[in-house]
């Protein structure tokens, strides 16, 4: 079941959704030494994510960005996080470069500082730093099944939850025809603190034919802060995600 949904949300990704999206390449700033930070667009991600299956995955990747949102490889620059360099990776459809740490040198613990290095041309050095929350997002308590003509109530726990709590709801719709559709509808929680979020019957009905399986993400993210005079929208942020899945019977 769970292979079976993976390869509709790919086929629909792919055949469905990414022939309307631009397509992110390297941008010609990658040929040129860079010396001003106002010109880069920066974005810098600490993610775990607690997968369907109950692992633990993790990841530090900074984004280099142009004024069209084309990826730099920043000539004879580069950036570190707690002073391990992150290792130059490309994107698999269209080879753009981003940076990421690899061989799980930094731990990611509760209550821990990220401190990023970004290094220019100019060997001007800029910082980019993130906390962690002292206490991490660790439940989220989600049925296995659910009747889709009664309401459904999400709960997690409360303590030391900030307010950039959402919920990510991914339906995967049964047609008529037998393709299974997957379908997002994503919640900004607005009361962190009331430690649960109720989905409506009507969330697990559709027009398109009958809602089989939700999962259910759960995030929590913390904003840091970027020194140096890096374009507008620049950010660090710490996330949190927990997965969960629901079967939805009548």
Same mark, same amino acid.
């Given at each position: 079941?769970?292979?079976? *949904?993976?390869?509709?949300?790919?086929?629909?990704?792919?055949?469905?959704?990414?022939?309307?999206?631009?397509?992110?390449?390297?941008?010609?700033?990658?040929?040129?030494?860079?010396?001003?930070?106002?010109?880069?667009?920066?974005?810098?991600?600490?993610?775990?994510? *607690?997968?369907?299956?109950?692992?633990?995955?993790?990841?530090?990747?900074?984004?280099?960005?142009?004024?069209?949102?084309?990826?730099?490889?920043?000539?004879?620059?580069?950036?570190?996080?707690?002073?391990?360099?992150?290792?130059?990776?490309?994107?698999?459809?269209?080879?753009?470069?981003?940076?990421?740490?690899?061989?799980?040198?930094?731990?990611?613990?509760?209550?821990? *500082?990220?401190?990023?290095?970004?290094?220019?041309?100019?060997?001007?050095?800029?910082?980019?730093?993130?906390?962690?929350?002292?206490?991490?997002?660790?439940?989220?308590?989600?049925?296995?099944?659910?009747?889709?003509?009664?309401?459904?109530?999400?709960?997690?726990?409360?303590?030391?939850?900030?307010?950039?709590?959402?919920?990510?709801?991914? *339906?995967?719709?049964?047609?008529?025809?037998?393709?299974?559709?997957?379908?997002?509808?994503?919640?900004?929680?607005?009361?962190?603190?009331?430690?649960?979020?109720?989905?409506?019957?009507?969330?697990?009905?559709?027009?398109?034919?009958?809602?089989?399986?939700?999962?259910?993400?759960?995030?929590?993210?913390?904003?840091?802060?970027?020194?140096?005079?890096?374009?507008?929208?620049?950010?660090?942020?710490?996330?949190?995600?927990?997965?969960?899945?629901?079967?939805?019977?009548?």
């Amino acid at each position: 079941m769970k292979c079976s *949904r993976f390869c509709f949300t790919f086929l629909f990704i792919i055949f469905c959704i990414y022939p309307f999206i631009r397509c992110e390449t390297e941008s010609p700033l990658s040929d040129v030494e860079l010396n001003d930070p106002s010109v880069i667009l920066l974005e810098i991600d600490v993610e775990v994510v *607690r997968t369907l299956s109950g692992e633990f995955s993790k990841s530090f990747q900074a984004i280099f960005k142009d004024k069209k949102g084309d990826y730099i490889n920043l000539k004879n620059g580069g950036v570190s996080v707690n002073g391990y360099n992150l290792a130059v990776k490309t994107l698999d459809i269209s080879d753009a470069p981003y940076y990421e740490l690899v061989n799980n040198q930094v731990n990611l613990n509760s209550n821990s *500082r990220y401190s990023f290095l970004v290094k220019l041309s100019s060997e001007s050095d800029y910082i980019a730093e993130v906390r962690s929350l002292e206490n991490q997002l660790t439940i989220f308590n989600v049925p296995t099944t659910h009747k889709k003509t009664e309401s459904l109530t999400v709960s997690w726990q409360t303590a030391n939850v900030n307010d950039h709590l959402q919920i990510k709801a991914i *339906r995967y719709v049964k047609t008529g025809q037998g393709n299974v559709l997957p379908k997002d509808k994503t919640v900004s929680i607005t009361s962190p603190q009331s430690g649960q979020y109720t989905f409506t019957p009507a969330y697990f009905q559709d027009v398109d034919g009958s809602v089989i399986n939700v999962d259910f993400v759960l995030t929590s993210t913390d904003f840091g802060t970027i020194a140096g005079g890096f374009k507008p929208d620049s950010y660090i942020k710490n996330t949190y995600e927990i997965w969960k899945s629901v079967d939805v019977i009548e």
